[in-house]
């Protein structure tokens, strides 16, 4: 069974710039999340999504957002970037909404992204 | 976003020995939490969760322990071989089912 896929592996842009992330999750899971990880501020949640609707958002400013698709595949989005948005964005998934306890969020090995 | 700490606490093990890695969690009412462990250009990987009515758990190798009392967890990992270096973080899902990282503990299994 294939692990949570996130392309791309790595991403160079420029301050003010847009991107966007991708993450495929784990056959048959339907909840994903991202997170953010940097050496100063460890592990920061982001957002979870289920079912295509955002269940629920960590305190990141506006400019971050995310989407799921029909098939759960999600994207993220950072749009005017800024040099601290430096950082690993990692994916994960899981079989039912976060606080729906029936196993454990499994993650992807991330988009290491460097703003400019 | 939420802080989780600036530090990365080092623990040094000798190849063969038992390791604990120690872990005290914010939220009193935490139901849930998970042990994962990252190595180097790798996203986290699950090791061993544990639910809050349990206060011990065993998996291969690893054992979790749970004091509700302190909001302390611990992984112990038995006979730590050199594949066992890595950073190690618990998490915990707190009432508002967002999953709160740890700072991490890195793991260096001297041979």
């Known amino acids: 069974k294939a692990g949570v896929t996130q392309t791309p592996r790595y991403l160079i842009k420029t301050r003010g710039q847009q991107v966007t992330l991708s993450c495929s999750p784990i056959?048959?899971?339907?909840?994903v999340s991202w997170y953010q990880q940097t050496p100063g501020q460890g592990l920061q949640f982001l957002f979870e999504?289920?079912?295509?609707?955002?269940?629920n958002k960590g305190n990141f400013p506006g400019r971050f957002s995310g989407r799921q698709f029909s098939n759960s595949r999600s994207e993220m989005n950072v749009s005017t970037l800024e040099l601290g948005d430096s950082a690993l964005y990692l994916c994960?998934?899981?079989?039912?909404?976060?606080?729906?306890?029936?196993?454990?969020?499994?993650f992807g090995d991330g988009t290491r992204l460097s703003i400019l | 976003g939420e802080s989780v700490g600036l530090h990365l606490p080092t623990l040094s093990v000798q190849e063969g020995d038992n390791s604990i890695i120690n872990c005290a969690y914010s939220?009193?009412?935490?139901?849930?939490f998970i042990w994962y462990k990252q190595e180097s250009g790798k996203g986290p990987q699950f090791i061993i969760d544990?639910?809050?009515?349990?206060d011990k758990r065993q998996g291969q190798r690893v054992t979790v322990l749970l004091n509700k009392t302190v909001k302390h967890l611990s992984l112990q990992i038995a006979a730590t071989q050199p594949g066992d270096s890595a950073v190690y973080f618990c998490?915990?899902?707190?009432?508002?089912?967002?999953?709160?990282f740890g700072g991490g503990t890195r793991v260096l299994v001297k041979p």
């Open positions: 999504y289920f079912s295509e609707t955002q269940r």
């Open positions: 998490a915990e899902m707190n009432p508002g089912n967002k999953l709160t």
């Open positions: 544990i639910r809050s009515n349990m």
């Open positions: 994960a998934s899981s079989l039912a909404p976060l606080g729906r306890v029936v196993g454990p969020q499994h």
């Open positions: 939220n009193s009412a935490s139901d849930y």
């Open positions: 056959s048959g899971h339907r909840s």
